[in-house]
């Protein structure tokens, strides 16, 4: 993250780093306004779409803004895939649990389209995964990956044999893979209120059965899935 220096007059200069010359000016609106927090005159209506729709925190917060129907779809949406993929179970008895667990959040955010107009609301639950311990919590973390060289060779061959390409998108990639160790997790205390009738926080247990967002070995856990 490195900012570039302003001059006396308020305008942003290039930086010469490692990795080059960055020119602010040259990024795209987004990048410009969430990264250096500046923004130019054809950038206005960008940045006033963005500034509009605030981004919520919590479930509590989502329901009190002016876009709360728009949310609760989302959230609901998020929480009947994670119920009908069987994501996680409640523990009955959690007094008897001796593992630390985990608690998770939800992640509000907006998707926007190439005319920077608003697409979709999104919701994920994630779980705060700087919690975990390292041969408590999880053991290998890495996800080999494919090289983009490997993508081009591959469309450079569609192409000269006029293959059709079709691409496969996720929606919810990782409540597809199996979890291989044991591991709990709490819920928001609103979230776990609204969608599961928990009234105290004694009781907001969960035994996780699938891999979910934000935990360190997700990734090798969908890998190993696919």
């Given amino acids: 993250n490195v900012q570039p220096t302003v001059s006396r007059y308020g305008r942003r200069r290039t930086q010469t780093t490692r990795y080059g010359t960055i020119n602010p000016y040259d990024l795209d ?12 005159y054809n950038d206005e209506n960008y940045v006033t779409r963005i500034v509009r729709v605030p981004i919520p925190y919590t479930l509590t917060e989502a329901l009190k803004t002016n876009e709360s129907k728009q949310w609760l779809e989302a959230t609901n949406t998020e929480i009947e895939n994670m119920v ?4 996680f179970t409640l523990v009955d008895y959690p007094q008897l649990v001796d593992k630390k667990p985990i608690p998770t959040r939800l992640l509000y955010s907006i998707k926007y389209d190439l005319n920077n107009d608003i697409d979709t609301f999104k919701c994920r639950l994630i779980a705060l995964g700087y919690r975990q311990k390292q041969g408590i919590d999880y053991g290998d973390i890495y996800s080999p990956v494919c090289k983009l060289k490997s993508i081009l060779v591959v469309l450079s061959i569609a192409v000269q044999f006029g293959y059709k390409v079709v691409m ?31 009234k105290n926080s004694s009781h907001n247990l969960f035994k996780l059965n699938k891999a979910l967002y934000g935990l360190h070995h997700s990734p090798i856990l969908w890998f190993n899935t696919t």
Avoid: H
């Fill in 29 to 40: 609106p987004a990048s410009r306004y969430q990264v250096y927090g500046f923004v130019t």
């Fill in 168 to 198: 496969i998108d996720f929606t919810t990639a990782f409540m597809n893979a199996d979890i291989n160790q044991e591991v709990y997790i709490t819920l928001p205390l609103d979230v776990a209120m609204k969608y599961f009738n928990i």
């Fill in 84 to 87: 009908i993929s069987k994501s």
